[in-house]
Each structure stands twice: as structure tokens, then as C-alpha cells.
């Protein structure tokens, strides 16, 4: 029988949306940057895969770098939303789970999409936080969090789909990749897995064995 997740402190909640809206503030500073001063190009920064070391450095940049300010008010309000979601479980699992979408995303992008592209914009964070959501309830079987998981697919369900179909001027497969590494954050951050290993770990030595 698995004990309930500690519920964050409110500061510990407060900070961690702190942390979501500074993101997408950055986002918009970089594109009014960008947009201003266009000899800077920005873009350029993004994910080029097979390109090193240059491209691989893009896995940091490009969830900050927009095509212009249609796509990142696109990327703004979902990513806003489920971020929020997840920063109600404390600032290091929001954290977490925002690096771990990102290096999973970003290098499934770099060593899997064609060469000669450059991927950017945060919608691979945004479908990451998506499945996050989705497989966390799954992982945990906390009914609070299958709720989560089943309002997800409700609201974003039919999107998520729809942006994984291949297209043309699309990252679908930073979308795809982005949702990969919101499953691995779910199961690597998961705190029934956690307490399991921490338990066999803990287990009495057998007799006649050392410590």
C-alpha cells in the first residue's frame, strides 16, 4: 500500500509558477528582441540536427525562440496552463520536469529529424507537460491525477493528434519527441516507483550476508 504524496508548501507552489511565467517571459523578451532588432536573426539558434556542437546547443535556445509572434502567443496560453498544472506539485518537479522534456525532446529532435532543418518554439515543452500530465495518472494511479490526466485529453486531446501528423513547416517531430520526454519525466519522477525502490533498497540482508 503506497502512502500519500507530500502536498508542496504554498511558497514552495508559488515559486514554482514563478518559474512558468518567468519562462514564457523570456520567450517574449527573446522575440520582441528578435523582432526589433532583425539583423540579430535568433531563430538561427534552434535545434540543427546532426549539426555539433552547434546544433546540440539549440536543445537549450529553441524553447525560447519563435517564429514570429503568432507562434509563440500559439505556444504562451497552453504552455501557461499546464505548466501551471504541474507547478501545483512543488518547484523541483516543475523543474524536473521541464529539463527532462527538454533533453529528451530536444536530442530526439537532433539525432532524428532530417538534416539541414532548425527547429524552435516551445511547443515540444508544451506537448511534453501534455503527456506529462496524461502518464502521470497513469504511473501514480492517484485518482486526483487521472483526473488531471483525463481534463488533458479533454481539452488538448484532439490538438495533440492533429500536431503530430507530419507537415510541412512543422516540428511534429519536436512535438512527438517532446511528448516522449513527457513520459519518461512522469515515470523517472514518479514517487510510487520512488518509495519501491526505496524499499527494496532497505530490505534485510539474508543470513549469512554482510552489510
Not at 46 to 57: C, F, K, Q, S
Amino acid at each position: 500500500m503506497s502512502t500519500p504524496e507530500a502536498t508542496p508548501r504554498k511558497s514552495d507552489r508559488q515559486q514554482a509558477l514563478v518559474v512558468v511565467v518567468a519562462m514564457v517571459a523570456v520567450m517574449w523578451v527573446v522575440e520582441v528582441f528578435d523582432q526589433v532588432f532583425s539583423g540579430a536573426d535568433l531563430d538561427q539558434y534552434g535545434i540543427r540536427p546532426h549539426n555539433a556542437p552547434d546544433g546540440l546547443l539549440g536543445i537549450a535556445s529553441a524553447p525560447f525562440l519563435h517564429a514570429g509572434f503568432g507562434h509563440l502567443i500559439g505556444n504562451t496560453i497552453p504552455f501557461l496552463v499546464l505548466g501551471a498544472m504541474i507547478a501545483l506539485s512543488g518547484l523541483a518537479r516543475v523543474v524536473s520536469a521541464t529539463l527532462i522534456i527538454a533533453l529528451v525532446g530536444g536530442l530526439g529532435v537532433w539525432l532524428f529529424a532530417p538534416s539541414g532543418t532548425d527547429h524552435i518554439g516551445a511547443s515540444g515543452i508544451v506537448f511534453g507537460y501534455a503527456s506529462y500530465l496524461i502518464a502521470r495518472g497513469i504511473f501514480s494511479r492517484n485518482m486526483l491525477h487521472l483526473g488531471v490526466g483525463i481534463f488533458v485529453i479533454a481539452i488538448y486531446g484532439s490538438t495533440l493528434l492533429f500536431g503530430l501528423a507530419p507537415r510541412d513547416g512543422i516540428s511534429w517531430q519536436g512535438h512527438l519527441f517532446g511528448a516522449v520526454g513527457g513520459v519518461v519525466a512522469a515515470w523517472l519522477l514518479d514517487s510510487r516507483r520512488a518509495r519501491s525502490s526505496g524499499a527494496a533498497g532497505d530490505a534485510a540482508p539474508v543470513p549469512g550476508s554482510s552489510l
